[in-house]
């Protein structure tokens, strides 16, 4: 069975560390920010101007001006601090930020990324993910398998415009947790019922299969 939202989000929260600075894209990131391990400090940081972003809020919670990047409102945990875009993209380009998770339309096997642009689609644009893909070294997407027509989402070569190159290295989809290693996808954890046999039927790039592939510990 596929990963829900929720799920995923978990998983990704699993490579969260004590101290880490993360910055978190629109879609199924954003989650993340509700798994965060319970006593674990977390820095979230979101490219509109806010490092110290807490969980979703709650209707009580609510404020209509504390929003991030995807204009969705969010919470400031204590400690945190606002400042504007032009510093946020300074964390960025100079490397301070731990951990990203992006969400993307493709990733093919020599890790290049496309989330920004499918043409003849109204996107939002490109946002900060050219910046974040280029200060950060520790990329995590999050992305479904496949598109809503069964075509693969990890390729042997990306086919829309690149967001950036070289740059992926781990990838978490619905079915599995991969990560790329010498030009080719290495499964290293499926999604709980979900069998080798379908994650190879919906990978075109090229996949690498150890002897082992464990099952993912989520809820």
């Known amino acids: 069975m596929a990963l829900s939202r929720e799920q995923m989000a978990q998983r990704v ?3 969260l560390r004590d101290g880490f600075y993360v ?3 629109i879609g199924i990131p954003t989650l993340v920010a509700n798994y965060v391990p319970e006593g674990m400090e977390v820095m979230l940081q979101s490219e509109n101007g806010l490092l110290g ?3 979703f809020p709650t209707e009580d919670q609510l404020d209509a001006d504390m929003i991030n990047a995807g204009k969705q409102t969010v919470t400031a945990i204590k400690g945190a601090s606002i400042f504007s875009s032009a510093e946020s993209f300074a964390m960025i380009r100079g490397g301070h930020v731990d951990l990203t998770v992006l969400g993307a339309f493709e990733v093919d ?3 290049n990324i496309a989330s920004w642009m499918i043409p003849n689609k109204l ?3 490109m946002g900060g993910a050219m910046d974040l893909v280029a200060g950060a070294d520790n990329i995590i997407v999050t ?3 496949a598109s809503k027509t069964g075509e693969s989402k990890l390729l042997a070569d990306c086919a829309l415009p690149l967001t950036g190159k070289g740059c992926i290295k ?3 989809t619905d079915l599995a947790w991969i990560e790329i290693e010498d030009g080719a996808f290495v499964l290293k954890e ?3 019922g979900v069998s080798v046999e379908e994650i190879q039927e919906k990978t075109a790039g090229k996949l690498v299969i150890p002897d082992h592939v464990p099952e993912m510990a989520v809820a």
């Open 109 to 111: 096997v020599h890790g």
């Open 123 to 125: 996107v939002k644009g």
């Open 23 to 25: 910055n978190l894209g």
């Open 170 to 172: 781990k990838v978490l």
């Open 53 to 55: 972003m807490g969980a």
């Open 13 to 15: 929260a699993q490579e």
């Open 190 to 192: 499926r999604a709980p």
């Open 143 to 145: 992305m479904t398998h």
